[in-house]
DNA sequence: TGTCTTATCAACATGATGTTGATAATCTAA
DNA sequence: TTAGATTATCAACATCATGTTGATAAGACA
């Protein structure tokens, strides 16, 4: 019901529209864009722009949305239940797999709303979808607060935001690894830690 | 010699646009203010904003750089060569604790400059201020990249990206435990992951 | 004190913005 | 295939932000 038929002219020009942007923040990053650029860029009439969008901030927060909501949806619809989503030593979670893998798919897309300074929301949004996955794993390996080393907030935080740096890094790099490689290290610097005979573990 | 006497005025008025800018940040947001803005706030002309800084961008990059180096230098000065930057259980590393309580004394500046989206600059700079703690300590601990589970990179990036991740909920949080219990949390989730009974290490 | 530096102010050209109304092109459904 | 509805185009507009300039005032410093 929520979902008419969409014209697909408007379809056709919201994805000029965004393609155009993405290609003008890699050329001259984000700030310095005009609707101007956008619009001749994706051969448009600017007022054309304004049927669609607010201004240039609407029209990536718009874009950035839709991006991560596939994303999500993706993975939903490809494990629905499936797979559970434990941390195990040296094997790595399929989700996870697809992720990267879904991430590769459209690697030019995320590195240029990843790891240009300054996008606003995307990094956010990227950031709230991965807390999603954590705070799940968290909660089917160990749903009783008091058996965590820290709260639990602070460790979905910790282990979002490491991820997201882990993806960023990947994507600045150029994807020198496989999605199945990446998922392995994750999975092994979050279990074992980063030292193969692991210091950290002298416990008093 | 590269430090000449700097004319108190301009102190004074470099100090009045920081401020001023600060403020517009936390009430409307980085994209929409104007240069207009900044000066009206802080009561200078807006001509005298162009003999300081080319633009807003200009203005906003130069403080977060001044800011952070006096993070840097902070920490230098006040530990320099004294504490060994390793990680123990429980015993938080006193760079960590003093890290935190610097940030709690500019919280105001901090909290405005790292959770408002679309902040340009500051972020990828405390990341990178971060980066440089850790591969400090990682080095420290282990120079061997042979004897570590992941790149050295890719760990580094991951406890970068973590502890900056973990900064951020604090600040968003308004601060809601003391530098020490911070610094100590983030020393046990490293060491020990977020389980009491560590259910990860269940080698194979 | 006088000199040098900086701030102020008004004014200007330029360019981006957001909107409007008339017209043309394109889609959808009968 | 055609008619009616939707969307895009185009030119024009007032408004606002930008960056700069030149003349003048105020403040720092020796």
Known sequence: MSKKKIDPRVLRTRQLLRDALVELIREQGYEKITVQDITSRATLNRATFYLHYQDKLDLLTQSTDEILNELVEGIHSSFDGKVELDFQMNTPNEK??????QILLNAKLYKVFLTEKNMPHFTSRMMEVLTGFISEGMMAMEPDDHKLTVPREFAERYFSAAYLGVIVWW??????????????QLMRITV???YAENPFIKLK
């Not at 020198?176 to 392995?184: D, I, Q």
């Open 96 to 101: 996870f797999i697809f992720l990267f893998e």
């Open 192 to 194: 074992q830690g980063p």
């Open 171 to 184: 994507l600045e790099n150029d994807m020198p690894y496989t999605p199945k490689f990446m998922a392995t």
